[in-house]
């Protein structure tokens, strides 16, 4: 069992832009990469997850905004409401834009929804192989004055262009924060589940309530160590305060080590294998308010 902290960066994306800007193509070029589709997966009517990039440092999820992807549509004060709130509830916003069309009045629309969000917003110029540098300039130019956008980026998610940079800033841009998502696997796992509310049973049980129930436990990996009776499980407990950690780690991880040995039989009974855990403790603060994200995927506040 091992305590302390991984730095690790995660967080919600939102790719936004009129119709056939290119949204799809990008994501489909981030797939080529370790993505793992999510369609599949249970959806609110909101967001829906639609591809994690998981990377050594960070994991991107890219979740996809309804109703502001047709700004052209009359949308109803409900759905602009929606919208907006789906914007503040992500880390970063993908604003992409068409560099052959130019600017247009759906642009108009979103960009005056970005003004009341703080969320710091990407102006991603895509189909940069179908126009001459000098029109590029033209418009950046253009644009940079609409908004304070944090970057701007020219790519051509088809041909591939300049995409690996935009992962780059993606991630610089991202808080630190816990894998919600599994990198090896994305089988919606039920497992896993039962898991992680063993653990955070244990964690709950051991530290009397003095660490409310906010705490989260997400599993970063469960895999079977080839050739042996032995599962390999590694989970990190989220808490949203050091003090909290403080508790739940315990005194020279006296505390963390009971609640792993724990949970350890428990998981050893649920699965009749021999299980090694790993737990880690992680302070993400404010976590609870992307909770609207993981409670469909099985986790719970
Ligand atoms: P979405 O509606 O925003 O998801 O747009 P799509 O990803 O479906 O793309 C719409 C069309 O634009 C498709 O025919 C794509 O092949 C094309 N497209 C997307 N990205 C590029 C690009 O970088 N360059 C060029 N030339 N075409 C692109
Ligand atoms: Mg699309
Ligand atoms: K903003």
New binding site residues.
């Given amino acids: 069992m091992a305590g302390g902290e991984r730095e690790f960066k995660s967080g919600f994306i939102s ?1 936004i ?12 070029r981030v797939i080529g990469q370790k993505i793992a589709i999510m369609s599949d997966k249970p959806q609110t009517t909101r967001n829906k997850v639609q591809g994690v990039l998981t990377t050594d440092d960070a994991q991107m999820v890219f979740i996809d905004t309804p109703g502001i ?1 047709k700004p052209k549509h009359k949308l109803g004060d409900f759905m602009i409401k929606l919208a907006i709130n789906t914007f503040r509830e992500v880390d970063l916003i993908l604003f ?1 834009i ?1 560099a ?1 069309e130019g600017y247009g009045r759906g642009d108009e629309f979103i960009i005056e929804q970005l003004k009341n969000v703080k969320t710091p917003v990407f102006l991603v110029i ?5 126009i001459h540098p000098d029109q590029l300039i033209v418009l950046i130019e253009q644009y940079k004055d609409m908004y304070p956008f944090k970057e701007i980026i020219p ?5 591939g ?1 300049n995409v690996e940079r935009l992962i780059q800033q993606i991630q610089e841009c991202l808080p630190e924060g816990p894998q919600y998502y599994p990198s090896d696997q994305v089988t919606d796992h039920p497992e896993r589940f039962i898991v992680s509310e063993l653990i955070r049973e244990k964690a709950l049980h051991l530290t009397r309530e003095e660490v409310p129930h906010s705490i989260a436990v997400v599993i970063d990996q469960m895999k079977q160590e080839e050739n042996k009776d032995l599962i390999h499980v590694m989970a990190t407990i989220v808490v949203e305060r050091d003090s909290q950690k403080g508790i739940v780690i315990g005194k020279q991880g006296k505390m963390l080590k009971e609640i792993g040995q724990r949970a350890r039989r428990d998981i050893e009974n649920l699965l009749g294998s021999k299980v090694f855990l790993e737990l880690w403790v992680k302070v993400q603060k404010d976590w609870r308010n992307k909770s609207t994200y993981l409670r469909d995927f099985g986790f719970r506040d």
């Fill in positions: 790719i832009g009129r119709p056939n800007v290119g949204k799809s193509t990008f994501l489909n992807h992409m068409n052959e895509n189909k940069i192989d179908q790519i051509s998610a088809l041909e262009n």
